[in-house]
């Protein structure tokens, strides 16, 4: 239903910033929710931000003031503005596409990895 390709990881040191990009392959407009996810070595799966298609966001508690989530809806693409980096904040990040029911599943990206330095 759609394909997402992320981009912009790297390697930062502790307080830099990256910016990662989502690229769908459908209007923005079409998909419930687009988020970023981050899978850290041996941790699970978590939700670090998410965007609607009406423009809400909601953010982690640990990201909340550092990370920002945007969308350029005729580039059909989600952005994660990513502040202060932590160490803490190494992990692979995903962009993950929610759609109506009909769907029957999400779509994920294959990820880009981000990495902090101390």
């Known amino acids: 239903q759609v394909q997402l390709v992320e981009s912009g990881g790297g390697l930062v040191q502790a307080g830099g910033s990256l910016r990662l990009s989502c690229a769908a392959s459908?209007?923005?407009?079409?998909?419930?929710?687009m988020g970023w996810y981050r899978q850290a070595p041996g941790k699970q799966r978590e939700l670090v931000a998410g965007i609607t298609a009406g423009g809400s966001t909601n953010y982690a508690d640990p990201v909340k003031g550092r990370f920002t989530i945007s969308r350029d809806v005729a580039k059909n693409t989600v952005y994660l503005q990513m502040n202060s980096l932590k160490p803490e904040d190494t992990a692979v990040y995903y962009c993950?596409?929610?759609?109506?029911?009909?769907?029957?599943?999400?779509?994920w990206g294959k990820g880009t990895l981000v990495t902090v330095s101390s």
């Open positions: 459908r209007s923005l407009y079409s998909i419930n929710t």
């Open positions: 993950n596409a929610k759609g109506p029911i009909s769907w029957g599943m999400d779509y």
